[in-house]
């Protein structure tokens, strides 16, 4: 399930520390997934909310031809976007 509404992680917040802190506040949007059929959750970046950022407890890597695009490593920036 793509999230349009709530974001994993903020600028200016935690979400680049690896931090139990992190990871509470998905659990409400993840137990919704799952209910409605969706293993996961994909979240969108904080600042534009129209860019791939990560799933709820990892990074997300997309393989489309022979290439593999993920996020930027800066929490929040431009994420890999894709067409």
Excluded: W
């Amino acid at each position: 399930m793509v999230e349009t509404e709530y974001h994993r992680a903020a600028p200016g917040g935690t979400g680049g520390t690896k931090c139990i802190g992190n990871y509470s506040p998905v659990l409400k949007t993840q137990l919704e997934a799952k209910g409605a059929g969706f293993s996961d959750v994909v979240y969108l970046d904080a600042r534009e909310n129209k860019y791939i950022e990560e799933v709820s407890s990892c990074n997300i890597f997309v393989v489309k031809g022979k290439r593999i695009f993920t996020p930027a490593l800066r929490c929040g920036l431009t994420s890999a976007q894709l067409p």
